[in-house]
């Protein structure tokens, strides 16, 4: 028993009561107007929405998954490139994409969530808190998506030539549960608290490499996004 353990030292963490949005891009490099207003749409809607994470799903070669592959299998079909808010598809036009982040901004929050993690060597441990601020009726599942900025891989341009140093962010490597929705989680007043150990290959670059923590609810054989913390 330790009666001081009453005082914050400023080590603990809360869930935070932010609504956020989730944005997926399905791109490659092989993709033209994925190098044109694909990077357009991406990059303006991140710095348009300090609330919102461009989650880069690959179909090629240079960075594709079997996790990135499972969530394109469950999104709505489309051409290349395309976005999706949470599983919500997008026509593809800037306005629609920004207008819709922002309806799914305002909406209230429904699980309020925090996380730690830190790496050493090539291995990344994550802890996920969520506390439910609302309905607690229905499936959950956590999925802890490691991201990665940074990566130098030749990418076709539309009216121009391929770029063979494009820059390409927010790539998705890997899922901690290695599903593409996550794991089951375990729904009460209390909140929850999940902890995963995620192996990082080994040509990514630890440094450039992060976890986003996504709550889903299970609607029929479909997900809806729910929030996330990064």
Known sequence: YNPEAKKDDGSCTSPSSVKKALVFKKTATWCPYCGDWGLTFSTDITNDYSDCQVVQLHGDSDFETTVGDAIMDAL????????????????????????????????????????????????????????????????????????????????QIAGASADPNFVHNHVLRAEA??????????????????????????????????????????????????????
């Open 76 to 155: 709505p079909s489309a051409g290349w490139p395309h976005f999706y808010v949470g599983t919500t598809d997008i026509s593809n036009s800037y306005s629609l994409l920004s207008n819709a982040v922002n309806t799914e901004i305002g909406k209230s929050v429904e699980v309020a969530m925090a996380m730690e993690h830190s790496t050493s060597g090539s291995s990344m441990n994550v802890r996920v808190q969520s506390q439910w601020t609302g309905s607690t009726s229905g499936e959950f599942f956590l999925a802890v998506y490691i991201l990665e900025d940074g990566q130098v891989a030749q990418q």
């Open 177 to 230: 549960s290695n599903a593409a929705f996550g794991k089951a989680v375990t729904v009460n007043g209390d909140g929850n608290l999940e902890e995963f150990d995620v192996t990082l290959g080994g040509s990514w670059v630890p440094a450039n490499c992060y976890p986003v923590a996504v709550m889903w609810k299970k609607n029929g054989s479909d997900y809806d996004f729910i929030n996330f913390v990064e």
